[in-house]
C-alpha cells in the first residue's frame, strides 16, 4: 500500500487525514504552516506567499496571504471536526533567498514568519516546530498519520520536526 501525497501549491491550502501526506515543494521566501490534529489524525497546510492582505486590494486566494490563509486553515480545520485545543502548529521555510537584493530592509521571508508567529500566537494555537529563515529553499512532507514534517533542503539531509 503506497502512499499518497497530495501537493499544496502557492498560495493554496489543503485539508487531509491519514494516510495522505501533504507536500509543499520548494519553498523559497513562502512560508508553509501545518495544522494537526492528532487526536483525529487530520491536519492542513497552508502555502504562504506575503504577510498580509491589508495593503491589496484585489481578489486573492485565502492561502496567499498569512493573515487570511491561517483564519481560513483554523476555519476548515474546526469544520472537519478538529477542536481549537488540540491543534499544534508547524512553521517552515521563510529564507532570505535574495540576500543581495535586500540588505536594507527586511526580508519578505522574515516578515512572513513573522506575521504567521503573530496569527498563530493571537489563535492560541500553539507553534510546536520551526525550521525558518536561511539561505536554503525547503521542500515540507507532512504526514498525517503522526504528524511528522520532513524538511529537504538540497544537497542536505532530511530533517525533522
Do not use: W
Not at 509543499?24 to 501545518?34: D, E, F, I
Not at 491589496?56 to 472537519?80: F, I, N, Q, R
Not at 529564507?95 to 489563535?123: H, K, Y
Amino acid at each position: 500500500m503506497g502512499e499518497e501525497n497530495r501537493v499544496v501549491g502557492i498560495a493554496e491550502i489543503a485539508l487531509s487525514q491519514s494516510p495522505q501526506r501533504l507536500v509543499a515543494y520548494g519553498l523559497g521566501s513562502c512560508v508553509g504552516v501545518t495544522l494537526y490534529d492528532a487526536k483525529n489524525q487530520t491536519g492542513g497546510m497552508a502555502h504562504v506567499m506575503l504577510p498580509s492582505s491589508k495593503l491589496h486590494s484585489t481578489e486573492a486566494p485565502p492561502g496567499k496571504y498569512a493573515d487570511t490563509a491561517m483564519s481560513h486553515l483554523l476555519a476548515e480545520m474546526l469544520k472537519t471536526g478538529s477542536l481549537l485545543r488540540y491543534l499544534e502548529a508547524k512553521v517552515i521555510g521563510g529564507a532570505n533567498m535574495f540576500a543581495s537584493l535586500t540588505q536594507s530592509s527586511v526580508p519578505i521571508g522574515l516578515r512572513n514568519v513573522s506575521a504567521v508567529r503573530q496569527i498563530l500566537g493571537e489563535m492560541g494555537i500553539p507553534i510546536v516546530g520551526e525550521d525558518v529563515g536561511g539561505t536554503h529553499g525547503r521542500t515540507v512532507i507532512f504526514n498525517l498519520e503522526d504528524g511528522r514534517v520532513e524538511i529537504r533542503k538540497l544537497n542536505l539531509p532530511p530533517e525533522y520536526l
